[in-house]
C-alpha cells in the first residue's frame, strides 16, 4: 500500500506543476490586433504601407511594422521593416524590391503573448510608366545620352539627354557620320529630355524646365540663359532637332542607316519616321527629378505639353550610358 500510495504522487504532483506554470502567465493576454494599411507610392524598388493597431491585446507592443516575401502569407522571418513601438496607426517605407515583380504585405505587431498579422495585401512594382490622358504606358528601359560639353562663357556645361522607353532600344550610330547619331529601333513608347548642368556627371536634383540653353554668346530671339554653378536645365525650345517630349505605340523599326546617309530609303521607313515625327508630344514646362541610388536611378516628371495637358511619369533603374558628342 505505501508503494502504490508513493507512486500515486507521481503524476499528482505533475498535474500541481502543470496548473502552478499556467497560473503564472499573463491572464487575459491576447496577442495584439492590426490592420495592414492601403499601398502607395508604388515605385520599381520601393512603396510606402503600415498598418493600424487598434488593441495591444492588454500586454504593451514592443515591435511593430510591415513584412514582405514573393510567397503568401509573409512572416517577420521574412524581410521586414521596424517602425516602433505602441498602438495606433504607423507608416512604413517598403525598399530593396525588384522591379516588375509581385509581392505579398502584411503588417505585425508583437507583444509578450506573440506576434499577430494584419490582412495581406498584394503589391506589383512598376518597371516605370508614363500617364497621360488618364492612361498609364510602360517605360522599362532607360538611357543617359552623354551630348557634349558646351562652352559657356567663364566655365563648362554639360549636356545630356534621358531616355527612358519600352519597346525601343537606342544604340549610337556609327563613326562614318562623325559619331553625331543616335538610332532608336524598336515598337512602342519613347520619352526624351534634354538636360544641362555644370558637372561632367549625371546629377542629382530637381530639374527646371527653361524655353532655352545656348552658349558661345549665341542668342535666339534674344533670350539666352546663362547656366549658374548649381543650376540644373531641362530645355524645351521649339527649334530642337530632337525636343524633350514623348510619343506612344511608335514603330521605329527603321533603317536608319538608309535613312542617315540617304543611301535610297524604303518608303515603308519614310512613313514610319513621318509618323513617329508627327506623333511627337512636346513638353513645355514642369519639373524633372532625378536622384541616384548606388547604380539605380529614380526619375519623376510632372509636366504640361505645349497644349497645357498634364504628363507624369516615374522610372526606377540603371541608365545605359550612350556617348553622343555633338
Keep these: 500500500m505505501k508503494s502504490n500510495f508513493s507512486n500515486s504522487l507521481v503524476p499528482l504532483s505533475g498535474l500541481l506543476f502543470f496548473l502552478l506554470f499556467n497560473c503564472q502567465k499573463e491572464p487575459g493576454k491576447m496577442a495584439p490586433t492590426i490592420t495592414t494599411a492601403s499601398i502607395s507610392n508604388i515605385t520599381a524598388i520601393s512603396a510606402l504601407s503600415g498598418g493600424e493597431i487598434s488593441s495591444d491585446g492588454g500586454s504593451a507592443v514592443t515591435t511593430r511594422g510591415v513584412c514582405w516575401s514573393t510567397n503568401q502569407a509573409p512572416t517577420i522571418s521574412d524581410n521586414k521593416t ?37 490582412n495581406q495585401l498584394i503589391l506589383t512594382t512598376s518597371s516605370g510608366f508614363i500617364e497621360f490622358q488618364n492612361k498609364k504606358y ?22 545630356y539627354g534621358i531616355y527612358l ?48 540653353v545656348y552658349c558661345s554668346n549665341y542668342k535666339f530671339d534674344n533670350k539666352i540663359f546663362t547656366v549658374g554653378s548649381t543650376d540644373k536645365l531641362v530645355a524645351c525650345d521649339r527649334e530642337m532637332v530632337d525636343p524633350t517630349n514623348f510619343a506612344i505605340g511608335v514603330d521605329l523599326t527603321l533603317g536608319w542607316d538608309k535613312i542617315m546617309q540617304g543611301n535610297d530609303p524604303t518608303a515603308d521607313d519614310l512613313a514610319k519616321l ?11 514646362s514642369g519639373v524633372l527629378t532625378i536622384l541616384k541610388i548606388g547604380t539605380t536611378y529614380e526619375i519623376s516628371f510632372q509636366c504640361k505639353t505645349k497644349n497645357g495637358e498634364s504628363v507624369n511619369g516615374n522610372f526606377s533603374g540603371s541608365l545605359t550610358p550612350i556617348e553622343f558628342g555633338i
Design 138 to 159: 510602360p517605360l522599362s528601359k532607360g538611357y543617359n545620352v552623354w551630348l557634349s560639353e558646351l562652352d559657356c562663357g567663364n566655365f563648362d556645361v554639360f549636356a
Design 165 to 212: 522607353t519600352d519597346g525601343i532600344g537606342l544604340t549610337k550610330f556609327g563613326d562614318d557620320v562623325n559619331g553625331k547619331s543616335i538610332a532608336m529601333a524598336g515598337m512602342g513608347n519613347i520619352c526624351c529630355f534634354n538636360l544641362f548642368c555644370k558637372n561632367s556627371v549625371l546629377q542629382s536634383g530637381t530639374y527646371t524646365f527653361v524655353d532655352s
Design 274 to 284: 513621318n509618323v513617329y515625327l508627327q506623333k511627337q508630344i512636346r513638353f513645355k
Design 82 to 118: 521596424i517602425d516602433g513601438t505602441g498602438t495606433g496607426i504607423f507608416t512604413s517605407s517598403i525598399t530593396g524590391l525588384a522591379p516588375d515583380r509581385t509581392y505579398y504585405i502584411r503588417a505585425y505587431a508583437t507583444n509578450s503573448t506573440g506576434t499577430a498579422y494584419g
